[in-house]
């Protein structure tokens, strides 16, 4: 419940949550997306959709981070 609702409110990444929480990306998205939707289906479906939609960005992210590894930012 706890990381559902960091996710939410930060809108931040499984990655950056795991990270705040001091847990595996497994353990975030397992949580999430195997336990939440059995606890709190309403907030999984929010969840979710959050997720689908980093998933959808990752590509920009990842380009993003190459290019200010190339340009020394």
Do not use: Q, W
């Not at 705040?20 to 959709?49: C, M, N, Q």
């Not at 380009?63 to 340009?71: D, E, F, Q, V």
């Amino acid at each position: 419940m706890e990381l559902a609702a960091y996710i939410m409110e930060h809108r931040c990444t499984v990655r950056a949550a795991a990270a705040e929480f001091g847990v595996s990306k497994s353990t975030v998205h397992k949580d999430l997306t195997e336990r939440l939707p059995r606890i709190r289906p309403a907030l999984y479906r929010r969840v979710r959709a959050l997720l689908d939609l980093n998933k959808a960005e990752r590509h920009i992210r990842g380009g993003l981070a190459t290019r200010r590894k190339y340009k020394g930012e």
